[in-house]
Nanobody, 124 residues
């Protein structure tokens, strides 16, 4: 069993930055991801990374603006979000997976455990 607790969401203006944190406890997982869901839309992949810190993967919509990282000593995964846009507004979820094929991290269905989500709102 894995427990995931997100924090760091909030209301910001376009162009601002936010850092999301996800504290993990319980069984070890192979990779960690951030996914998001905007009102009326399906949940979508944002970024993922091996728990060891390797193989970061990003959605094209956030590549170059967002950075995912892991602090193994703190059992925490971060999502640094820069140059935020109104279209980044969503509930952001931290998730964990045992899937080893990096290309499959793109699918929300591949994640086994989920946090409760944290709201990010970007005003124009």
């Amino acid at each position: 069993q894995v427990q995931l607790v997100e924090s760091g969401g909030g209301l910001v203006q376009a162009g601002d930055s936010l850092r999301l944190s996800c504290a993990a406890s319980g069984s070890s997982m192979y990779a960690m991801g951030w996914l998001r869901q905007a009102p009326g839309k399906e949940r979508e992949f944002v970024a993922a990374i091996k728990w060891s810190g390797g193989s970061p993967l990003y959605a094209s919509s956030v590549k170059g603006r967002f950075t995912i990282s892991v602090d193994n000593a703190k059992n925490t995964v971060y999502l640094q979000m820069n140059r935020l846009k109104p279209e980044d507004t969503a509930v952001y979820y931290c998730a964990a997976t045992t899937e080893r094929l990096v290309r499959l991290w793109l699918s929300p269905q591949m994640y086994d455990y989920w946090g409760q989500g944290t709201q990010v709102t970007v005003s124009s």
